[in-house]
Protein backbone atom coordinates (compact mmCIF):
# COMPACT_ATOMS: atom_id res chain seq x y z
CA UNK A 1 0.00 0.00 0.00
CA UNK A 2 1.60 3.77 -0.79
CA UNK A 3 2.84 6.13 1.50
CA UNK A 4 -0.40 8.32 -0.12
CA UNK A 5 -2.83 6.22 0.49
CA UNK A 6 -1.79 5.13 3.98
CA UNK A 7 -1.89 8.93 4.36
CA UNK A 8 -5.64 9.75 3.49
CA UNK A 9 -6.24 6.36 5.17
CA UNK A 10 -5.26 7.75 8.52
CA UNK A 11 -6.81 11.15 8.00
CA UNK A 12 -10.44 9.60 7.23
CA UNK A 13 -10.03 7.36 10.58
CA UNK A 14 -8.91 10.87 12.84
CA UNK A 15 -11.99 12.48 11.30
CA UNK A 16 -14.31 10.18 11.96
CA UNK A 17 -12.46 9.90 15.39
CA UNK A 18 -12.67 13.42 15.84
CA UNK A 19 -16.79 13.66 14.25
CA UNK A 20 -17.57 10.61 17.03
CA UNK A 21 -16.02 12.93 19.83
CA UNK A 22 -17.67 16.16 19.60
CA UNK A 23 -20.74 14.31 19.38
CA UNK A 24 -20.21 12.08 22.52
CA UNK A 25 -19.19 15.49 24.09
CA UNK A 26 -22.71 16.89 22.95
CA UNK A 27 -23.77 13.96 24.64
CA UNK A 28 -22.52 14.58 27.57
CA UNK A 29 -23.74 18.54 28.07
CA UNK A 30 -27.42 17.53 26.85
CA UNK A 31 -27.20 14.69 29.96
CA UNK A 32 -25.68 17.38 31.98
CA UNK A 33 -28.42 20.32 31.23
CA UNK A 34 -25.74 22.34 29.98
CA UNK A 35 -27.67 25.65 28.47
CA UNK A 36 -29.06 25.74 25.27
CA UNK A 37 -28.71 29.30 24.66
CA UNK A 38 -30.52 32.63 25.93
CA UNK A 39 -34.37 31.67 27.47
CA UNK A 40 -36.91 32.05 25.04
CA UNK A 41 -40.54 31.31 25.92
CA UNK A 42 -43.82 32.25 24.66
CA UNK A 43 -47.11 32.04 27.16
CA UNK A 44 -50.84 31.77 26.33
CA UNK A 45 -53.83 33.42 28.21
CA UNK A 46 -56.80 32.81 29.45
CA UNK A 47 -55.53 29.90 31.99
CA UNK A 48 -57.64 27.56 33.93
CA UNK A 49 -57.67 28.93 37.71
CA UNK A 50 -54.85 26.55 39.77
CA UNK A 51 -53.75 27.02 43.01
CA UNK A 52 -50.09 29.14 43.40
CA UNK A 53 -49.83 28.67 46.92
CA UNK A 54 -46.84 26.18 46.96
CA UNK A 55 -44.69 29.30 44.78
CA UNK A 56 -45.77 32.04 46.94
CA UNK A 57 -45.21 30.49 50.44
CA UNK A 58 -41.85 28.66 49.03
CA UNK A 59 -39.51 28.04 51.90
CA UNK A 60 -42.37 28.19 54.43
CA UNK A 61 -43.82 25.11 56.35
CA UNK A 62 -47.37 24.33 54.57
CA UNK A 63 -49.41 21.46 55.12
CA UNK A 64 -48.93 18.15 53.54
CA UNK A 65 -52.70 18.95 51.30
CA UNK A 66 -53.95 22.45 50.65
CA UNK A 67 -57.11 22.78 52.02
CA UNK A 68 -58.59 25.28 49.02
CA UNK A 69 -60.68 23.43 46.16
CA UNK A 70 -58.43 24.50 43.41
CA UNK A 71 -56.45 21.99 41.19
CA UNK A 72 -53.30 21.82 42.70
CA UNK A 73 -49.77 20.78 40.62
CA UNK A 74 -50.35 21.54 37.12
CA UNK A 75 -48.30 23.73 35.36
CA UNK A 76 -49.96 26.67 33.21
CA UNK A 77 -49.16 29.92 31.86
CA UNK A 78 -49.89 31.73 34.95
CA UNK A 79 -47.92 29.49 36.92
CA UNK A 80 -44.59 30.08 34.65
CA UNK A 81 -45.22 34.19 34.94
CA UNK A 82 -45.23 33.72 38.78
CA UNK A 83 -41.86 31.41 38.73
CA UNK A 84 -40.10 33.80 36.43
CA UNK A 85 -41.22 37.21 38.43
CA UNK A 86 -40.19 35.23 41.78
CA UNK A 87 -36.76 34.04 39.93
CA UNK A 88 -35.75 38.20 40.95
CA UNK A 89 -32.48 38.30 43.07
CA UNK A 90 -31.52 41.69 42.65
CA UNK A 91 -34.20 43.88 40.86
CA UNK A 92 -37.79 43.84 39.60
CA UNK A 93 -38.60 46.65 36.84
CA UNK A 94 -42.25 46.85 36.28
CA UNK A 95 -44.19 48.96 33.80
CA UNK A 96 -47.65 48.01 34.01
CA UNK A 97 -51.13 49.79 33.01
CA UNK A 98 -53.83 48.06 34.90
CA UNK A 99 -53.03 45.18 37.99
CA UNK A 100 -55.68 44.19 39.89
CA UNK A 101 -54.45 40.32 40.63
CA UNK A 102 -53.77 39.85 43.77
CA UNK A 103 -51.24 37.12 43.24
CA UNK A 104 -49.17 38.87 41.05
CA UNK A 105 -49.50 41.48 44.29
CA UNK A 106 -48.36 39.00 46.12
CA UNK A 107 -45.36 38.13 44.49
CA UNK A 108 -43.83 41.54 43.85
CA UNK A 109 -44.67 41.75 47.87
CA UNK A 110 -42.73 38.81 48.60
CA UNK A 111 -39.75 40.25 46.36
CA UNK A 112 -40.06 43.75 47.71
CA UNK A 113 -39.44 41.26 51.26
CA UNK A 114 -36.55 39.68 50.20
CA UNK A 115 -34.82 42.61 49.55
CA UNK A 116 -35.08 42.93 45.71
CA UNK A 117 -35.37 46.58 44.28
CA UNK A 118 -38.96 46.81 43.12
CA UNK A 119 -39.69 50.06 41.01
CA UNK A 120 -42.99 49.98 39.27
CA UNK A 121 -44.22 52.81 36.93
CA UNK A 122 -48.27 52.95 36.19
CA UNK A 123 -50.37 54.76 34.42
CA UNK A 124 -52.55 57.46 36.45
CA UNK A 125 -55.93 56.83 35.41
CA UNK A 126 -55.72 53.29 36.36
CA UNK A 127 -53.77 53.27 39.77
CA UNK A 128 -56.88 54.50 41.79
CA UNK A 129 -59.65 52.42 39.91
CA UNK A 130 -61.51 49.84 42.34
CA UNK A 131 -59.00 46.68 43.45
CA UNK A 132 -55.97 47.92 41.87
CA UNK A 133 -52.72 46.95 43.78
CA UNK A 134 -50.74 49.61 43.23
CA UNK A 135 -51.97 51.54 46.73
CA UNK A 136 -51.05 48.24 48.24
CA UNK A 137 -47.35 48.04 46.95
CA UNK A 138 -46.81 51.65 48.03
CA UNK A 139 -47.77 50.95 51.20
CA UNK A 140 -45.34 48.17 51.35
CA UNK A 141 -42.90 50.93 50.68
CA UNK A 142 -42.45 49.44 46.80
CA UNK A 143 -41.04 52.59 44.76
CA UNK A 144 -44.27 53.75 42.32
CA UNK A 145 -44.06 56.59 39.60
CA UNK A 146 -47.17 56.89 37.78
CA UNK A 147 -47.34 58.63 34.35
CA UNK A 148 -47.98 62.48 34.04
CA UNK A 149 -48.09 63.12 30.40
CA UNK A 150 -51.62 63.62 29.01
CA UNK A 151 -51.89 60.38 26.83
CA UNK A 152 -52.21 56.16 28.63
CA UNK A 153 -49.30 54.36 29.74
CA UNK A 154 -50.18 51.60 27.85
CA UNK A 155 -47.06 49.61 28.23
CA UNK A 156 -47.03 45.97 30.09
CA UNK A 157 -43.61 44.76 30.92
CA UNK A 158 -41.24 43.04 33.24
CA UNK A 159 -37.72 43.11 33.73
CA UNK A 160 -36.26 40.46 35.94
CA UNK A 161 -32.31 41.48 37.27
CA UNK A 162 -31.59 43.78 34.36
CA UNK A 163 -31.57 40.07 32.33
CA UNK A 164 -35.05 38.38 31.25
CA UNK A 165 -37.89 40.29 29.52
CA UNK A 166 -41.29 39.58 29.96
CA UNK A 167 -43.52 41.14 28.04
CA UNK A 168 -46.53 41.06 25.75
CA UNK A 169 -50.90 42.07 25.75
CA UNK A 170 -51.59 40.50 29.32
CA UNK A 171 -52.65 43.16 31.82
CA UNK A 172 -51.83 42.30 35.26
CA UNK A 173 -55.81 41.70 36.22
CA UNK A 174 -57.88 38.47 36.99
CA UNK A 175 -60.01 39.30 33.78
CA UNK A 176 -56.84 39.54 31.59
CA UNK A 177 -55.10 35.91 32.99
CA UNK A 178 -58.67 33.73 33.01
CA UNK A 179 -61.05 35.57 30.47
CA UNK A 180 -59.01 37.26 27.95
CA UNK A 181 -57.04 35.79 24.75
CA UNK A 182 -53.82 37.30 25.73
CA UNK A 183 -49.75 36.44 24.86
CA UNK A 184 -46.67 37.30 27.30
CA UNK A 185 -43.33 36.73 25.63
CA UNK A 186 -40.16 35.74 27.80
CA UNK A 187 -36.71 36.32 26.68
CA UNK A 188 -33.22 36.54 27.70
CA UNK A 189 -32.05 37.84 23.98
CA UNK A 190 -30.12 40.98 25.06
CA UNK A 191 -31.04 42.39 21.42
CA UNK A 192 -35.12 42.87 22.92
CA UNK A 193 -34.10 42.86 26.65
CA UNK A 194 -32.11 46.40 26.32
CA UNK A 195 -34.64 48.64 24.89
CA UNK A 196 -36.85 47.76 27.20
CA UNK A 197 -34.47 48.71 30.02
CA UNK A 198 -33.48 51.75 28.50
CA UNK A 199 -37.49 52.42 27.83
CA UNK A 200 -38.26 51.83 31.70
CA UNK A 201 -35.45 53.98 33.07
CA UNK A 202 -36.35 56.94 30.54
CA UNK A 203 -40.20 56.55 31.99
CA UNK A 204 -38.74 56.61 35.34
CA UNK A 205 -37.15 59.32 35.09
CA UNK A 206 -39.32 61.79 32.91
CA UNK A 207 -41.91 60.89 35.90
CA UNK A 208 -39.75 61.81 38.87
CA UNK A 209 -42.36 63.85 41.04
CA UNK A 210 -39.25 66.41 41.61
CA UNK A 211 -39.32 67.26 38.36
CA UNK A 212 -43.02 68.14 38.11
CA UNK A 213 -43.02 70.01 41.71
CA UNK A 214 -43.55 73.67 41.20
CA UNK A 215 -40.65 75.78 42.54
CA UNK A 216 -40.95 78.46 45.25
Known amino acids: M ?3 RLFGLGALAMLLGLDCLARLLRLVRARRGAPRGPLKEVLFFPVDITCVEHLLRAGEALPNSCPCPL ?6 SFTRLLRHLLSASTSL ?3 IF ?41 RAGVNVRHDMGAVYMHHKFAVVDGRLLITGSLNWTTTA ?5 ENMLVTEEPDL ?9 RLWDSN ?5 CPHG
Open 2 to 4: SAV
Open 71 to 76: PHGQET
Open 93 to 95: DLC
Open 98 to 138: AFSNQSLSRAVLLLQARGVVVRVVTDTSYMAISGSQISTLR
Open 177 to 181: IQCNK
Open 193 to 201: VQPFIREFQ
Open 208 to 212: DPARH
